[in-house]
């Protein structure tokens, strides 16, 4: 009875939280329901419908809710290298003075700022848009970088008879610095229990496929190496995104990816159709360029396995994280890559040779760091479709650097490489610049949900 009556004389007020929904009773405004009814939720046009309470109190919201340490105890980090670390502890007393006022006062001050909730949402997905384009521009200049990597790790074969194995394992080395950001945030430096395994298998992939790549630059030409790895990659992870993870490319993004392969595939036809004219019926040179057409293609399995095993992390390992297991991982299986295929050791005796593997580690770096992020907001085959980029870019850096004149075919594929890439960002980032229309449809989902 007690229920039943607190129903009939009190107003219900709902607040609305993507992971909980909390019904608040106030006596200041008594609801008397239809024969029949028993609960009312405020409706669009309704009293009081304006009060619903911005997404930046979404934290201090939590905060009040009895069910909030369960919630976020599955986000914590609780064994770390230098004991247990709350990320929330700086928030909490912020969230307790927020909550202290009460649903009254956090009512007035919602209402108080004078902001509906379509003007909210559309203050949220300004934001959300602000971070799609970041993400945009580091995938960019991750392709860029890559690029570079190209060019440099061939200059550092022709000039100094660096060999790529060995680059990578300097690489790996370098790179295992990034240890002191995980370090310094808390964060268990082999991922957090129950996914250690995963960010394991995510490691020796990622290795692999660079493995592999590189091997292969021994077998075939470096540019056509690459030019395989990445066209496998992004095919393969479409694939892998589906049947793993259930995640599916949309029609125009399907069309666009599928024209940026076909652009790889021009690039590709001068060296399939030429690469062994001189000794046509050679054998041991036959099955030599074949084998480095695998290595290439199993490059670009390994490393679309990486790009969603990372993708199926990304809300509990961080980019740092990744990094070094990427680097530790390459420390252990770049030397036995080394003695397997009986590839010599040669340490930079000069300046400008250290110069250039410096500058070697600092763009693998910055590719990295731009990739992994944009894992967290992008589809795996996206990703790796704008780093199709790094063909035409390498190419612009040879004939700057190395006296190679590209052929016709070369060039026409990158240049569809090029429209294919700018019309993906163009896709992802222009709409939004246009009146609001993607900020309103990235959160109708929010505005039709059936509890309000």
């Avoid at 230098?82 to 929330?88: C, I, L, P, T, V």
């Avoid at 041991?284 to 992390?313: D, P």
Wanted: hydrophobic share 45%.
């Amino acid at each position: 009875m007690e229920s039943t009556h607190l129903l009939t004389s009190s107003k219900k007020r709902v607040k609305i939280h993507p992971h909980t929904v909390t019904a608040k009773y106030t006596k200041h405004t008594p609801y008397s329901p239809q024969p029949g009814v028993h609960t009312h939720f405020p409706q669009p046009g309704d009293e009081g419908y304006d009060d619903a309470p911005s997404f930046e109190d979404f934290g201090s919201f939590l905060e009040e809710t009895s069910d909030k340490k369960q919630l976020t105890e599955g986000r914590k980090w609780p064994l770390t290298l230098f004991g247990s670390k709350d990320k929330d502890t700086d928030k909490k007393p912020q969230a307790a003075v927020a909550g202290d006022g009460g649903g009254e006062g956090g009512a007035k001050a919602a209402k108080g700022s004078g902001k509906g909730v379509g003007e909210q949402l559309a203050s949220f997905g300004e934001a959300s848009v602000s971070a799609s384009r970041l993400t945009w521009v580091g995938l960019l200049g991750a392709a860029l970088a890559h690029g570079c990597l190209i060019v440099l790790t061939r200059l550092a074969s022709e000039r100094f008879g660096l060999g790529p194995l060995f680059l990578l394992l300097v690489r790996s080395i370098v790179q295992l610095l990034s240890v002191a950001v995980p370090l310094h945030k808390g964060e268990n430096l082999f991922g957090p229990p129950g996914h250690r395994l995963r960010l394991l298998c995510y490691g020796v992939a990622y290795t692999l496929s660079l493995c592999c790549a590189y091997a292969s630059s021994t077998f075939v030409s470096p540019g056509n190496a690459t030019t395989t790895w990445r066209l496998a990659t992004t095919a393969l992870s479409a694939t892998l995104a589906f049947l793993l993870l259930e995640e599916r490319l949309g029609l125009a993004d399907g069309i666009t990816v599928a024209a940026g392969l076909c652009g790889l595939g021009l690039v590709l036809l001068p060296t399939a159709d030429g690469s062994d004219s001189d000794s046509p019926t050679d054998p041991v040179a036959f099955w030599r360029c074949a084998f480095g057409w695998s290595l290439s293609a199993l490059a670009g399995l390994w490393m679309a396995l990486a790009l969603v095993g990372y993708r199926s992390l990304k809300e509990r390992v961080g980019v740092a994280t990744a990094l070094f297991t990427v680097s530790w991982t390459g420390c252990l299986l770049a030397p036995a890559s080394l003695a397997l295929l009986q590839e010599g050791w040669s340490w930079p005796s000069s300046a400008p040779a250290w110069g250039l593997v410096l500058g070697l580690v600092a763009c693998s770096v910055a590719a990295f760091l731009g990739m992994t992020h944009a894992l967290t907001r992008l589809h795996p085959a996206l990703v790796s479709a704008s780093q199709s980029l790094e063909a035409p870019v390498a190419m612009l850096l040879h004939l700057a650097v190395l006296p190679l004149a590209p052929s016709a075919p070369e060039v026409v594929g990158n240049v569809i490489v090029m429209l294919s890439v700018g019309w993906l960002v163009a896709t992802k980032l222009l709409p939004a610049r246009g009146g609001g229309r993607r900020q309103r449809e990235e959160y109708e989902e929010i505005m039709d949900s059936p509890i309000k």
